[in-house]
């Protein structure tokens, strides 16, 4: 197993002179305090090729405080970029070879956890985003790559610390375990990290903060609906939902909450009854800002069924309403691509960069333009 690892290091080394070399390259750029698309890529990147690597020895000083704390003696230490072990040798009792074999994993989860208090406090937002992403990458590493990597290869630490011959060692740990994950669940979805990845960009950023004081100020339906497709808008579905909760609680009989359910089911993946809906709800007297976002609605729901021609008709009776909705347009492009009419992609595509508001929205577009370069 150790030389199938070492094996996948030489791989792994040669795609970090890859990440290496755009690193140098694009410098420039990546420093600024303009936060692009390709810089987000390019940190999580530096996260996983550079510092991880980076953690391995401290988990792997870990096993040694725990093999010393044990009267144990390190006979042999290997940092293997990637990856590593010790050697040892001493007298380990059953739940000592547990504590030796959990200490590693302890020291990793804590250098992610530290970082937690510091990285919405530095200015330079490339920084902070690199130190966000590692705690991200680090804790899913810790609390589900490697335990279920080490079950899957029966090679690694999990092994012995999932052995439930070892009570209750093995049965705290599992719950402990979850309980973890639940909290990092909640932590990702709080609204201040929420709100601080919203803030990459000073016109989205803007933008919320506009949404939010008119909250503050009146906090009527159409205030929440704002924030709640704010959220869906860039990707923040669960904060956008876990408000939506509130608001169709609240609201429960508004016509609007009707839309908002959709959008839902379709967050939800509940794709048939998204198209469903819609449909009856285009029967109604709605204003045609709102007809626009079911036609996005049905357009998204019936490409995930793949019923591409539909698609592209309500994709269609949408812009016939709103000729310039940025959404319709970029939606059009992914079904034809879906269907191989990659000249009608680019003539999509470059429509929808005309009527792109967004910085973040151009660059999208502008990268997959070069495809079809």
Known sequence: M???????????????????????????????????????KLAKQVVIFFLLPLSVPIHEFGHCLAVWHFGGIVTD?????????????????????????????????????????????????????????YIYIQLIFVLIVYPISSIL?????????YNFEIQPHASLIVIAQIILLICFWCFDSSRWVVNWRL??????????????RKLEDSGDIENHLNLIYFYFSYDEHRAAKRHAR???????????IEILKVIIKYHNKKYKKAIKDCWSLLEKNYVDKDKVTLYRVLSLSMSEL????????????????????????YYRAFVLEDIGEFEAVKESLIFAREVAQSDRDKEMIDQWLKKYE
């Open 2 to 40: 150790k030389y199938i690892v070492d094996i996948s290091n030489i791989l792994l080394l040669i795609y970090c002179a890859k990440v290496l070399k755009e690193l140098i390259e694009q410098r420039k750029e990546f420093c600024d305090d303009k936060i692009t698309y390709n810089d987000l």
């Open 77 to 133: 230490f290997q940092w293997r970029f990637f990856w590593g072990y010790i050697k040892k040798i001493g007298i380990f009792y059953q739940t000592d070879q547990w504590w030796v074999s959990l200490f590693g994993n302890l020291l990793s989860f804590f250098t992610a956890i530290i970082c937690i208090p510091f990285f919405q406090r530095i200015r330079k937002r490339i920084i902070a985003e690199i130190i966000y992403f």
């Open 153 to 161: 290869l029966q090679f690694g630490d999990w092994l012995i610390i």
């Open 199 to 212: 803030s990459r960009e000073s016109h989205i950023k803007t933008g919320l903060e506009k949404i939010i």
């Open 246 to 256: 509130k608001v169709c609680h609240t609201w429960n009989k508004d016509k609007r």
């Open 306 to 329: 793949e019923q591409y021609s539909n698609a592209l008709t309500c994709i269609d009776r949408g812009l016939e309403i709103d000729p310039n909705d940025f959404k319709l347009r």
